[in-house]
């Protein structure tokens, strides 16, 4: 049985990941129930506004001590410890997590793709490992999952760049917009050349649509009982990368994310989808 504080946690954190882990099998249900509730709360530390410098230090410092033997008196990381060890995950996973949830309390901008992919593995690809591990998946499936979790994160950046702007944050290469003729990618510099700002999130969507198409590739490692509920995730990720693409401008109107009634169907979609490898949809239309 689910904690219910680590369901509310998930519920108010994700409706595409929420419904979409419904339809795993109880016991992993219950496992990504964990893994998402650590993660969601050390993020939502990091990006409340002000942030909580002092509570993210602390729930980082009980983690560490409960991985000592010290349990924390916390249903989110004692759970997150125990499931660790029973999943094996690798304690560089999670400090390479948290590593890149520190680098948000002292943000600076990404220069480079490069630069970026430090905070991505950190923040993202090492999400994708674990949840390969729940699954119990052959490591031969550990860079489609690094790359599908790097692929929905920069889907991330895209849809929230209103609201990391806000936040003084800029997750996406500076050196790539203003190779597009941008000083930046707050709404008046968008509104101030959108044609730019259209052709700097294609460029954006395209490399989505790559690291997306790696992950996908991995489909064929993952049991079809574990595949219906992770290829809807990746279904929602590539609809808000086709509304943004359609209207790069919607970024600044809302937060472009799927119903839970689109969810839900599509997860009644990939039911009666043949398993395969891949994609079936078509891609990003513009």
């Known amino acids: 049985m689910v904690h219910r504080k680590l369901f509310s946690i998930f519920r108010q954190g994700s409706t595409t990941y929420f419904y979409s882990t419904l339809f795993f099998p109880r016991g992993i249900r219950e496992k990504v129930f964990v893994l998402y509730s650590f993660v969601r709360v050390a993020d939502d530390y990091v990006d409340a506004i002000p942030q909580h410098a002092d509570e993210f230090y602390a729930f980082r410092d009980a983690y560490r001590q409960a991985c000592a033997g010290t349990p924390a008196d916390n249903v989110v990381i004692d759970s997150f410890v125990e499931l660790m060890s029973t999943c094996r995950f690798d304690p560089g996973w999670v400090e390479a997590f948290l590593a890149s949830m520190e680098a948000d309390l002292t943000h600076t901008p990404y220069s480079t793709i490069e630069d970026l992919e430090t905070y991505l593995y950190g923040s993202s690809e090492v999400i994708g490992l674990m949840m390969a591990r729940i699954l119990d ?10 790359a599908l979790g790097k692929a929905m994160q920069l889907i991330n950046f895209i849809r929230d760049i209103e609201e990391d702007c806000h936040m003084g944050r800029t997750y996406l290469p500076a050196e790539e917009y203003e190779a597009c003729g941008l000083a930046g990618i707050t709404e008046a510099d968008a509104r101030r050349d959108p044609e730019a700002f259209g052709m ?42 086709r509304v943004i693409a359609r209207d790069p401008m919607a970024v600044f109107r809302e937060k472009v994310k799927p119903t839970p009634l689109r969810v839900v169907s599509g997860v009644a979609r990939n039911i009666a989808r043949p398993p395969g490898r891949g994609r079936t949809d078509s891609h990003v239309l513009r």
């Open 137 to 146: 998946l052959p490591e031969a499936s550990w860079g489609a999952a690094r």
């Open 200 to 241: 700097f999130l294609h460029g954006q969507i395209d490399r989505y649509e790559e690291w997306r198409d790696m992950g996908e590739d991995g489909y064929r490692y993952i049991p079809f009982r574990y595949l219906i509920p992770i290829r809807t995730a990746s279904d929602m990720y590539s609809w808000t990368a």
